[in-house]
């Protein structure tokens, strides 16, 4: 066999060895996302009334560390995801919080604990949550370039806001 062929042989052997892996993988990710068991539960509304669940009340002069580090992939529904932190040294439970757009579309997080400097990312497309990624479940891109995302606490005062580039 002469070496031309060779040469082919293996760089077509490495091109199809990378193309299979890369489709495994993809493969794999997808799946294991789709069919993994959601370790976020949601919880009861936080301002529901005489059900004895608590309601928790924040005093707006305090300041909570909590901040929206990035809104990555605006107008571009599959890619769209914000981040939001703990930049606190304490856990902070976002149950009941709000992650608000200018058009006045709410994402509102279920009983999830954030703990010191933890972060989780809502996903604008519709998913299987767990404890880093959360999805609104909505059909078309929520975020602008320009307009101001807004996190609001369960009673309502702004706790962070970020303008998306």
Known sequence: MDRRRLVFYLLLNVFVSACVT????????RNYRSVSQSAVQSVAPVNSQGSGVPVATF???IDIPVEIVSVIGAGTLNAEWVVVRNAGTEPLNLAGWQLKDADGNRFTFPNLTLNSS?????HTIAGMNTVID???????????????????????????VYRVP
């Open 59 to 61: 005093n707006p002069n």
């Open 134 to 160: 959360l999805y609104w479940g909505e059909t078309d891109p929520v975020w602008q370039s320009g307009e101001e995302a807004q996190l609001l606490d369960p009673s309502g005062n702004v706790r962070a």
């Open 22 to 29: 890369g489709a495994i993988l993809f493969w794999y990710d």
């Open 118 to 122: 933890g972060a989780v990312q809502i």
